[in-house]
């Protein structure tokens, strides 16, 4: 297991001298959050870009500075953030690859007020909904939170409904929260990956 632990956050930087060029510290052993804390009461959020920003540079600064903002208003705490994937794009289609990981996160937020910050940051950050499955600069997603069981037409899904079907989502998962149990179905988070299709491309990007 091969995570990475943010620095702390300057709280006093607005927001256009956010750091972006993160001296990213890995660690060759599990630490003392992955291997005691329990993983089912983890809250999860998945994040990914496959296009450039113009202030940010490539999607891995975008979402290396998109973390770092989540985390600057003190009530988001960053604990974990696994290495970052190289993901080819699902459904296949001619995109370039995109750039995935998982955060773990401590917060004191509700899963509906979290994920509406995750919006509030996306926008920040240049994304545009438009069509499904588009490219974009930026994707922050809720995957899980704790054990609750969240579903609402045109609303919040948590757990989030496609994860169990994704590499990008369940390998990067497994680097922040290893023993970690899906609290719908009760897939340990190894089944899950052991049943992922043979077709989606994942790599880990080289580090930096």
Same mark, same amino acid.
């Not at 757990?159 to 929260?177: N, Q, W, Y």
């Given at each position: 297991?091969?995570?990475? #632990?943010?620095? %702390? /956050?300057n709280?006093?930087?607005?927001?256009?001298? $956010?750091? *972006?060029? +993160?001296?990213?510290? =890995?660690?060759?052993?599990?630490?003392?959050?992955?291997?005691?804390?329990p993983?089912n009461?983890?809250?999860?959020?998945?994040?990914?870009?496959?296009?450039?920003?113009?202030?940010?540079?490539?999607?891995a600064?975008? #979402?290396?500075? %998109? /973390?770092?903002?989540?985390?600057?208003?003190?009530? $988001?705490? *960053?604990? +974990?953030?696994?290495? =970052?994937y190289?993901t080819?794009?699902?459904?296949?289609?001619?995109?370039?690859?995109?750039?995935n990981?998982?955060?773990?996160?401590?917060?004191?937020?509700?899963?509906?007020?979290?994920?509406?910050?995750?919006?509030?940051v996306?926008?920040?950050?240049?994304?545009?909904?438009?069509?499904?499955?588009?490219?974009?600069?930026?994707?922050?997603d809720?995957i899980?939170?704790?054990?609750?069981?969240?579903?609402?037409?045109?609303g919040?899904?948590v757990?989030?409904?496609?994860?169990?079907?994704?590499?990008?989502?369940?390998?990067?998962?497994?680097?922040?929260?290893v023993?970690?149990?899906h609290?719908?179905?009760?897939?340990?988070?190894?089944e899950?990956?052991?049943d992922?299709?043979?077709?989606?491309?994942i790599?880990?990007q080289?580090?930096?």
């Open positions: 297991m091969r995570s990475f #632990l943010l620095p %702390a /956050l709280h006093s930087l607005p927001n256009d001298q $956010i750091p *972006i060029e +993160l001296k990213v510290c =890995f660690v060759s052993k599990p630490s003392p959050l992955t291997t005691s804390a993983s009461g983890a809250i999860l959020i998945a994040f990914g870009a496959n296009l450039p920003t113009e202030e940010y540079g490539a999607p600064q975008t #979402l290396k500075a %998109a /973390l770092l903002r989540l985390a600057k208003d003190g009530d $988001i705490s *960053i604990d +974990l953030v696994s290495s =970052f190289e080819a794009p699902v459904p296949v289609s001619d995109q370039p690859w995109y750039v990981g998982v955060a773990r996160v401590s917060t004191g937020l509700s899963a509906h007020d979290l994920l509406e910050r995750l919006h509030e996306e926008a920040e950050f240049g994304r545009v909904r438009r069509e499904r499955n588009a490219a974009r600069v930026i994707d922050l809720l899980a939170y704790g054990q609750e069981l969240l579903r609402e037409d045109g919040i899904q757990p989030h409904p496609r994860m169990t079907e994704r590499a990008f989502v369940l390998l990067p998962l497994r680097d922040v929260a023993d970690w149990v609290p719908v179905i009760g897939r340990t988070i190894e899950l990956i052991a992922l299709p043979a077709d989606q491309q790599r880990k080289a580090e930096s």
